[in-house]
Protein backbone atom coordinates (compact mmCIF):
# COMPACT_ATOMS: atom_id res chain seq x y z
CA UNK A 1 0.00 0.00 0.00
CA UNK A 2 1.91 2.84 -1.53
CA UNK A 3 -0.61 5.60 -2.17
CA UNK A 4 -1.17 8.09 0.33
CA UNK A 5 -4.88 8.01 -0.85
CA UNK A 6 -6.41 5.87 1.95
CA UNK A 7 -9.25 5.00 -0.65
CA UNK A 8 -6.82 3.78 -3.11
CA UNK A 9 -4.48 2.32 -0.14
CA UNK A 10 -7.55 0.35 1.22
CA UNK A 11 -8.82 -0.95 -2.28
CA UNK A 12 -5.15 -1.97 -2.98
CA UNK A 13 -5.19 -4.00 0.11
CA UNK A 14 -8.91 -5.41 -0.73
CA UNK A 15 -7.25 -6.47 -4.31
CA UNK A 16 -4.38 -8.16 -2.09
CA UNK A 17 -6.49 -10.16 -0.01
CA UNK A 18 -8.82 -11.33 -2.71
CA UNK A 19 -5.75 -12.58 -4.73
CA UNK A 20 -4.59 -14.10 -1.90
CA UNK A 21 -8.12 -16.08 -1.09
CA UNK A 22 -8.38 -16.90 -5.05
CA UNK A 23 -5.25 -19.09 -4.64
CA UNK A 24 -6.09 -21.15 -1.66
CA UNK A 25 -9.55 -20.53 -0.77
CA UNK A 26 -9.44 -22.93 1.85
CA UNK A 27 -6.95 -21.24 3.93
CA UNK A 28 -9.58 -18.15 4.30
CA UNK A 29 -11.38 -17.81 7.41
CA UNK A 30 -14.94 -18.00 6.19
CA UNK A 31 -15.93 -18.06 9.34
CA UNK A 32 -14.86 -14.83 10.58
CA UNK A 33 -18.17 -12.68 11.69
CA UNK A 34 -17.11 -9.40 11.29
CA UNK A 35 -20.11 -7.28 12.01
CA UNK A 36 -21.83 -8.88 15.27
CA UNK A 37 -23.43 -5.46 15.81
CA UNK A 38 -26.62 -4.52 14.10
CA UNK A 39 -28.38 -0.82 14.23
CA UNK A 40 -31.41 -0.71 16.12
CA UNK A 41 -34.41 -2.41 14.41
CA UNK A 42 -31.75 -4.39 11.80
CA UNK A 43 -32.05 -7.99 11.31
CA UNK A 44 -29.28 -9.98 12.19
CA UNK A 45 -27.16 -10.79 9.01
CA UNK A 46 -25.55 -14.05 10.02
Known sequence: MTDPDPIKAASELNRGVELCVRQLP???????????KRPEGESKIY
Request: charged share 25%; no cysteine; hydrophobic share 25%.
Open 26 to 36: AQYQWTYKRFK
